[in-house]
């Protein structure tokens, strides 16, 4: 009997222990949605087995299929890091899609300028472009800081202000004269960054992108700057009573996310479309949100996140090519992931709530 009682205690703080692991939240989320979108798709009529086999053979099948995988992880990785970094700081940045796109717009542009040397032409490009994203990420942080205006609803609102505005821009005063799709003029070919593998849409970008990622991991870590963006995010009126100004922590935090989403549009410019082609983004920006909640915004997490998404996004056009299963199955297992991602939190709830007069379940019913 001692030995059973001494059990569940222990079973208990196993489980608390397991339930507050990054990895381990992040890679149960993963597989339960693996499964739940499988389930999904047999009710669907379809083969999930093939599906999957599909979706593997376009991941790992060949040099080129893992250099798009890296490809597109890349924007990703950034709008990621993009979203990780305000949540850090208490703000949820639903604006990486629009802070994507004008960096993207302004990098296109300062590509177009003739007779810069790579060497100044491809940093000035990338500078620019996160420069401008950072410019407008800090206005949702100004409106919230000044009038109280919840972030939430300010990046959204911008996010359709530039979507239009860049759209504009591409089909009139920016567009050429002899170009059929709403685009710009092809950048210089000094702003465009070198390939890795030939054939590939694979760029130094995913370099820039990894070295954000531990750069903004010591920066949070490591630093002052750091500690007072945490100590804000956990408790923005504690903070401020201890001398931590939260406006300048929100500024600071929303800048950076917006340099991360500018940065993620230069890359795609200078990279990739090697334009500014209106639409080019198939909603990185909201899929930063994905990443940066499964890495839990950690920025070494939403390395592996944005690489396990990117993967599963590249595996889709092999399914969709090669099966009857349609491609959009993927959005269900990014939601999904998203879904089972609250369940550790709602179990931790569960298991420190064990008071009776709560009415909450004790921590053996969780454990039995």
Sequence with gaps: MAGAEEARPNAGNWLRRALNSPFLGSLASFLLAIGAAALLISLAGFDAGEGYSAMLRGIFGSRMSLSDVLARSTPLLLTGLAVAVPLRAGLFNVGAEGQLLLGALLAAVVGMLPGIPAWLHIPLTLGLGSLAGALFGMVPAYLKARFRAHEVITTIMLNYIVTLLTGYLVNYPLHPPDEMLPATEIIAASAQLP?????????????????????????????????????????????????????????????????????????????????????????????????????????????????????????????????SIPADFVTVIQGLILVFLSTPGLLR????????????????????
């Design 195 to 323: 390939r890795l593998v030939r054939g590939s849409q694979l760029t130094i970008g995913l370099f820039v992108a990894i070295a954000c990622a531990f750069v903004l991991h010591l920066l949070l870590q490591r630093s002052v700057m750091g500690y007072e963006i945490r100590a804000v995010g956990l408790n923005a009126e504690a903070a401020e009573a201890k001398g931590i100004r939260r406006t300048r922590v929100w500024l600071l935090a929303m800048a950076i996310g917006g340099a991360m989403s500018g940065l993620a549009g230069a890359t795609e410019v200078s990279g990739v479309q090697l334009r500014f082609l209106e639409g080019f983004s198939p909603g990185y920006g909201f899929a930063g949100i994905a990443v940066a909640l499964m890495g839990y915004a950690n920025p070494l997490g939403v390395i592996l996140a944005a690489h396990v998404l990117g993967a599963i996004r590249t595996g889709a056009l092999t399914m969709d090519r090669t099966t």
């Design 349 to 368: 709830l569960l298991i420190e709530k064990r008071s009776p007069a709560t009415g909450s379940l004790p921590i053996e019913d969780l454990t039995s």
